[in-house]
């Protein structure tokens, strides 16, 4: 399956942004989600997951209720819909795929999106 990432930019401090992990090849009914980030510097972190059904989410601590995975199986696509955002949250962020239950490790994940930059600026 192939990944694509999308909706990333600047914003301000505050802001909202809302990414789009589309999917093509097999079917994307078959795969958990998740969305991970990579800040320069850093190390790649989880930031959150949603299982095939949609019965199961994660989130990172520090999401903090700011942020919403979601996924919409007829238009083969997830979501992360991030909200007050903060100048920590500047990242490059990936959506990744794999089979079975959702994991917030990232080596678990088969297939992995080329990712997209979000900035934060205060």
């Known amino acids: 399956v192939q990944l694509q990432a999308s909706g990333g930019g600047l914003v301000q401090a505050g802001d909202s942004l809302r990414l789009s992990c589309t999917t093509s090849?097999?079917?994307?009914?078959?795969?958990?989600m998740a969305w991970f980030r990579q800040a320069p510097g850093k190390e790649r972190e989880f930031v959150a997951s949603?299982?095939?059904?949609?019965?199961?989410?994660n989130y990172a601590t520090f999401v903090k209720g700011r942020f919403s995975i979601s996924r919409d199986n007829a238009k083969n696509t997830a979501y992360l819909q991030m909200n007050s955002l903060e100048p920590e949250d500047t990242a490059v962020y990936s959506c990744?795929?794999?089979?079975?239950?959702?994991?917030?490790?990232?080596?678990?994940?088969?297939?992995w999106g080329q990712g997209t930059l979000v900035t934060v600026s205060s």
């Open positions: 990744a795929a794999k089979d079975g239950l959702p994991s917030d490790y990232d080596l678990v994940y088969d297939f």
């Open positions: 090849g097999r079917s994307f009914r078959d795969y958990s």
């Open positions: 949603i299982s095939r059904s949609q019965d199961i989410t």
